[in-house]
Nanobody
């Protein structure tokens, strides 16, 4: 089993920044894709960003492209999501997830492990 724990969420004003972290423990391996998803109240969970196991390729949702950056440090077993130029519509619970895949995956159904989520609230 793999455990994922997110941190770094909080309340920030529009235009501000946050850095989310996702620490992995348990039967971890660097050979998996890491992704971030978010879910706002009353909405379905949506893809935000994902990064390949070795960090050489990343994909982003159009709504966050140019504002968010995903990265990973396999030595620390940690993935990150840098959130810049935040907007009120970015308010959601953000989840990190791991998929046993050597390619980048963007569908939630393809992810095997999930964290408990961290709340990000952007005030206008």
């Amino acid at each position: 089993q793999v455990q994922l724990v997110e941190s770094g969420g909080g309340l920030v004003q529009a235009g501000g920044s946050l850095r989310l972290s996702c620490a992995a423990s348990g039967r971890t391996s660097s050979s998996y894709c890491m992704g971030w998803f978010r879910q706002a109240p009353g909405k379905e969970r949506e893809f935000v960003a994902a990064i390949r196991w070795n960090g050489d390729r990343a994909y982003y949702a159009e709504s966050v492209k140019g504002r968010f950056t995903i990265s990973r440090d396999n030595a620390k077993k940690t993935a990150y999501l840098q959130l810049n130029s935040l907007k009120p519509e970015d308010t959601a619970v953000y989840y990190c997830a791991g998929a046993w895949s050597i390619v980048v995956v963007t569908s939630a159904y393809e992810y095997d492990y999930w964290g408990q989520g961290t709340q990000v609230t952007v005030s206008s």
